[in-house]
């Protein structure tokens, strides 16, 4: 596990961590999101879990070839990080062969955005469409939640 560093704990920004194990370029995709998130790459489980553990995550962006080599890291982010930190993650699953913004396929992997590696450049508009359903849908539940926290 990586050993941390006191500027980890400095990110005063949204943190949004990129996993890409594809061939095309993340150029655009970071350029951006730079001006509002906190931008971090990992490589492997243990780094998704040390920036959970470090700061609040905001976006997990997963760039694959193949479901089946981050299957870790999806279980992780679904199975074993606590409920209400996940619901604060906007999941994004980058692949070769998927249908950009299918509703289907994003409720199956439990994400907030599916887009095809073909459409990459066009992240900015597929993005700002995507966040704008989830914010709708969380809306209720976020402003509700809030209410919850401040009660107690």
């Not at 150029?27 to 243990?46: A, R, V």
């Not at 994003?106 to 990459?120: G, M, Q, R």
Request: some cysteine; hydrophobic content about 40%; charged content about 35%.
């Amino acid at each position: 596990m990586k050993k941390a560093e006191y500027q980890d704990y400095l990110i005063e920004k949204p943190l949004c961590l990129i996993y890409c194990n594809l061939d095309s370029n993340f150029d655009i995709i970071k350029k951006h999101l730079y001006e509002n998130f906190e931008i971090k790459e990992i490589k492997n489980l243990e780094d998704l879990i040390y920036w959970c553990k470090i700061a609040p995550v905001s976006m997990v962006i997963i760039g694959a070839k193949k479901l089946e080599e981050i299957k870790e890291l999806g279980e992780f982010l679904n199975e074993k990080l606590p409920v209400e930190k996940r619901r604060e993650i906007f999941l994004i699953y980058i692949l070769p062969k998927t249908k950009t913004l299918d509703p289907k396929e994003t409720f199956l992997l439990s994400a907030n955005l599916v887009i095809s590696e073909d459409h990459i450049s066009d992240f900015k508009r597929v993005y700002q469409k995507a966040s704008q359903y989830w914010s709708s849908l969380y809306k209720d539940f976020k402003s509700s939640y809030e209410k919850l926290k401040e009660d107690f």
